[in-house]
């Protein structure tokens, strides 16, 4: 059966990256979630997608410059802006005490040696803390967030965020140890995903919100799809 994660939450029907995305993603029924994080200036573990805090908060900065007491004051429903209330920018440790999800992505962006490392520091600790290291894989785009995993976390389940074929994939994410590969939909092909299958890979596909694509990447045989419309994932694929 093909697994359903839900992308920022639920991100098609809640402001990304909030809490309240989330909640909706677990009353859509989906257990499994994918969302990104950032580094405060104070090193804490922020929910956000975007470096900078415009998009969503219509505010201006970096989100590494700027403390964490300072950013969970932001609203962050500007993507979103016909929700009713306002929606805080979240730590991670605030979404494990309040999200009981079976599974998490966290997704990493592209940082420098020193920032990767620091950031995979923190997320160790605090799945650590929370008892989570069975559940999160951590995913990166980044050659140099998983040169970190790889050396100084290597007990934590890492993924490849693979959105081009100008390398090849399946050999970055052998290269880096990884347990699973997030892989753009425009990339999935039948043999491809066989062959990641075959390496050992759990192949999360994304973003994936047209109920005929959803289906047929579940018929390619996806291990699991990454939507803005869980509740919309749910319907078409497992409450037939």
């Known amino acids: ?43 804490e573990l922020i929910v956000i997608h975007d470096p900078t805090l415009k998009r969503t908060t219509g505010r201006r900065g970096k989100v590494a410059e700027l ?28 979404l494990f005490e309040q999200c009981d999800f079976e599974h998490w992505q966290l997704e990493v962006k592209s940082a420098s040696r020193v920032r990767s490392a620091r950031i995979v520091k923190a997320i160790n600790e605090l799945t650590q803390r929370f008892n989570l290291v069975d ?10 967030v ?9 007990h934590l389940s890492r993924g490849l965020v693979a959105e ?14 990884c347990n ?4 753009n939909w425009t990339l999935c092909t039948p043999e491809r995903l066989l062959k990641a299958q075959r390496q050992g890979l759990h192949v999360s596909v994304w973003t994936v919100n047209e109920p005929a694509l959803m289906r047929r990447l579940a018929d390619f045989g996806a ?8 509740g919309l994932a749910m319907d078409t694929l497992h409450n037939q």
Request: aromatic share 6%; hydrophobic share 35%.
């Open 223 to 230: 291990d699991s799809l990454i939507t803005d419309f869980p």
């Open 146 to 154: 998983l040169r970190a995993l790889q050396r100084d976390t290597p």
């Open 67 to 94: 403390p964490a007491q300072t950013l969970t004051q932001y609203d962050a429903r500007l993507s979103n802006p016909s929700w009713p209330h306002p929606c805080p920018i979240p730590l991670l440790s605030q």
């Open 1 to 43: 059966m093909t697994l359903i994660y839900g992308h920022r939450g639920a991100r098609g029907e809640a402001p990304e990256n909030t809490l309240v995305s989330f909640e909706q993603c677990l009353k859509d029924g989906v257990k499994r979630c994918e969302l990104d994080l950032h580094l405060s200036s104070d090193g």
């Open 180 to 183: 699973l590969l997030a892989l």
């Open 135 to 144: 559940r999160i894989t951590v995913t990166s785009s980044s050659r140099e």
């Open 164 to 177: 081009y074929a100008w390398l090849d994939p399946l050999k970055v994410a052998a290269n880096y140890g």
